[in-house]
């Protein structure tokens, strides 16, 4: 065993920023190791954008689940015409505000989102589904001081500190 200022530390782990990992994890910033962007909501005024076949998103249906098919429907005009954005097999979703703020989802299908989800694209070397099950349940929530998170708090993701 290894010492550090009063710490034992175990053999085959070292002490990091957050604390003693394995000495074959790497601490990095998951700005580094992900892509991170939000969506956005076709015109209302035109009802016509939600008669198409594009799943479209909302941050409602986020609740510590698999997503594999959305309440609503946008049109191929909607998407261009918006700031909608198509989210891949395997991108984590969280709720960065509303009623659902802290609620997580993996998308299972290829949809679009709207601007209250921030889409979590991980790296081909991070295996969503161990990302998805730690980010769900209360520990974003924790995250989201009284339920009432600014987009820019989400955004703060991208450069949180996390272990592989």
């Known amino acids: 065993?290894?010492?550090?200022?009063?710490?034992?530390?175990?053999?085959g782990y070292k002490m990091t920023e957050l604390g003693a990992?394995?000495?074959?994890?790497?601490?990095?910033?998951?700005?580094?190791?992900?892509?991170?962007?939000?969506?956005?909501t076709p015109s209302r005024e035109q009802k016509k954008?939600?008669?198409?076949?594009?799943?479209?998103?909302?941050?409602?249906?986020?609740?510590?689940?698999?997503?594999?098919?959305?309440?609503?429907c946008i049109t191929e005009e909607a998407l261009k015409k918006s700031s909608a954005k198509y989210v891949e097999n395997n991108t984590l979703l969280i709720a960065m505000y509303g009623a659902t703020?802290?609620?997580?989802?993996?998308?299972?299908?290829?949809?679009?989102?709207?601007?209250?989800?921030?889409?979590?694209?991980?790296?081909?070397k991070l295996w969503s589904e161990f990302y998805f099950f730690g980010a769900s349940g209360n520990s974003m929530g924790d995250m989201t001081e009284?339920?009432?998170?600014?987009?820019?708090e989400a955004w703060k993701t991208k450069n949180s500190m996390r272990s592989y």
């Open 21 to 40: 990992l394995p000495e074959e994890w790497e601490v990095v910033r998951l700005g580094e190791v992900a892509e991170t962007y939000s969506g956005g």
């Open 101 to 124: 703020v802290g609620k997580v989802g993996l998308a299972k299908a290829k949809f679009t989102i709207n601007q209250a989800i921030c889409a979590v694209k991980l790296n081909e």
């Open 146 to 152: 009284g339920r009432n998170l600014a987009i820019l």
């Open 1 to 11: 065993m290894k010492t550090t200022d009063s710490e034992i530390m175990p053999q």
């Open 49 to 72: 954008y939600f008669e198409g076949k594009i799943g479209w998103l909302r941050s409602g249906e986020l609740n510590d689940n698999y997503i594999y098919l959305t309440q609503e």
